[in-house]
C-alpha cells in the first residue's frame, strides 16, 4: 500500500492572512499523524509566504513520522535544510509570483548544481527527491544527479480539460513511475490530487507514496483534520494491490 504525506502549507496561508498565531500548522501536522498519515510536508519559500522558519525548528521537533522540507536549491534554504536535518528534501522549482509550484524541476537543465546541492544534504544523511515532470529525461538526469527518489508532477494530470488528456496524462505517468523505478529511484507522486482523481493512480504500484495538501486542507475546513485525513486514507487502503 502507498503511503500518505500530507503538506500543510495552507494552514500557514490562512494564519499569515491575519499575520496571527492561528492556525498552527504544527498543530495541524499532529493531527494530520494522529489520523495515521505517514509523513508531514512543508515548503519554506523564499519569500516565506506561508510557513515560516520557526514552524520548520518545531516540526522537526514534533514530528514523530517523517518530515518532507520542499524547498528551492538556493543557498539560504539549503543551510537551513542542513541545519534543521528534515527526513527528506523536496527539490523544487520556485517563482516568485506563482500561486503555486506551476511544473516538475528542470534537472537536466541544472544537473551539475544539483549534483552540489544532494551531495551536501547527503553528508548530513538527508534523503533527497526532485520534483519533476514525468520526462523520460528528467528522469534520467535526476537519476545521475544522485537523488534518491522523484516526485512525479500530477498537476497536468489533475487539471485536465477532458477525458483524453487526462489518458494521456496517466500513460505518461505510468511510464514515468515504471521508468523511475527500474533505476532504482523511489517514487512519489502530488500536485493537485484531491478524493476523486487519486483513484485512478492508486493502481500503479511504483507510486511509493502520495504528497497531498491543498484537497485535504480544504476538506478540513469543513470536517476537521483527523477526519479529512482518515477519508484520504480510507481511499489509499482500499486501492487494488
Known sequence: MARLAVNVDHI???RQARL???PDPV???????LAGC?????????DRRHIQDRDVELLR????????????AIPEIVKIALNIKPDMACLVPEKRRELTTEGGL???GQKKSLQQTIASLHKKEIAVSLFIDPDMRQITAAHET?????ELHTGIYSNAENGKARDREFDRIVAAAETADSMGLGVNAGHGLDYTNISRLLAIGEIDEFSIGHSIIARAVLVGMERAVREMLALIQRAPV
Open 12 to 14: 500557514a496561508t490562512v
Open 20 to 22: 496571527a498565531s492561528e
Open 27 to 33: 498543530t495541524a501536522a499532529s493531527l494530520a499523524e
Open 38 to 46: 505517514h509523513g508531514i510536508i512543508v515548503h519554506l519559500r523564499e
Open 61 to 72: 521537533k514534533t514530528v514523530k513520522t517523517r518530515l518532507n522540507l520542499e524547498m528551492a
Open 106 to 108: 528542470d534537472a537536466a
Open 146 to 150: 544522485g537523488a534518491d527518489y522523484i
